[in-house]
């Protein structure tokens, strides 16, 4: 029994490892580009979409496990929360580190092989494959040497790369087999919010990073001026809301004004914390857990709205 328990205790930390807080998070993009397609075209391939995104699951799952393998060093220095700071289950118990590394790996090779079945099922291009193949390794060396993007002050280059384009880009493709003007007028939203995230995550690290040697936005800002450059970004993310509809592109059925007054919760969370951080100095996780969590409110209602008026109109 008591073995059994130890067996127990060690798959709840290496499905904490995960962190599938943030995969959850890639999946709402994701869905949110193949839902925009879907709409756009009248119809949605529910095969093509589960497939395809086991492909990213897969994916994205990897980083999590190897980013903590990587950073373990660094993270010694954090302190775990909820979206910062690493997990902190290498550092409790570093006899996992191994599994983490090539459970890894062994995520990235699965997430090429359902690539290729992916494109024998649709008839798709190979060159569908090494797409997947580059984002794996993009991943892969956000923190592991020789390249380690995180380090170098190129990690916001590649998150907005996945946030923005990769994860809802590839919903978006796997639907409608193409990417088109459309798509890179919503696109824009994901990368203004998706730096709106970024700097969230990276406030409370801002010291540990500094010490790690880790080149990042928030670190080279400072708290203070992230959060004012949040608050902005979130009004430049409903202020674009607002305006997409000027751009004449996307299907007239989706009411963006409607979004763009859900985008009012990142909104106000973000001016809050520009508002109240030199109040509550020591406690800035707070705010940027709100900006975070408000985030995942919008996506969330922009997926559930998505698949409402796919709904209604009878796909």
Do not use: H
Request: charged share 15%; aromatic share 16%.
């Amino acid at each position: 029994m008591i073995r059994q328990d130890g067996i127990c205790r060690t798959i709840v930390k290496i499905i904490r490892l995960g962190r599938l807080r943030f995969v959850a998070a890639g999946f709402l993009l994701y869905t949110a580009g193949a839902l925009l397609a879907a709409i756009s075209i009248a119809k949605l391939d529910m095969l093509k979409y589960l497939l395809g995104y086991s492909i990213l699951f897969t994916a994205q799952l990897s980083v999590s496990y190897s980013n903590d393998y990587f950073d373990f060093e660094a993270d010694k220095l954090n302190k775990p929360r909820v979206f910062s700071g690493g997990s902190g289950i290498l550092q409790e118990n570093p006899g996992l580190r191994n599994f983490s590394r090539w459970f890894s790996v062994s995520l990235m090779v699965l997430s090429v092989l359902l690539s290729f079945i992916f494109v024998r099922i649709f008839s798709f291009s190979l060159i569908f494959v090494l797409f997947v193949m580059t984002v794996n390794l993009l991943g892969w060396f956000y923190s592991a040497p020789p390249v380690k993007f995180s380090y170098r002050g190129l990690g916001e280059v590649i998150i907005l790369t996945i946030i923005g384009f990769v994860l809802p880009g590839s919903g978006y493709f796997m639907i409608k087999e193409s990417i088109d003007r459309p798509f890179y007028i919503f696109m824009a939203i994901f990368e203004i919010y998706g730096l709106y995230f970024i700097l969230n995550v990276q406030i409370p690290d801002i010291e540990a990073d500094i010490l790690a040697k880790k080149k990042t936005v928030a670190s080279y800002l400072g708290s203070k001026f992230s959060f004012v450059l949040t608050g902005f970004l979130a009004l430049i993310g409903t202020s674009y809301l607002l305006a997409i509809p000027i751009f004449n592109a996307l299907p007239s059925t989706i009411n963006f004004r409607l979004i763009g007054l859900v985008s009012m919760v990142p909104l106000i969370t973000g001016f809050m914390g520009c508002v109240l951080q030199t109040k509550f100095r020591r406690q800035v996780f707070i705010f940027t857990n709100l900006n975070v969590l408000s985030l995942a409110v919008l996506l969330s209602f922009v997926d559930c709205y998505f698949l409402f008026l796919l709904l209604v109109n009878g796909k």
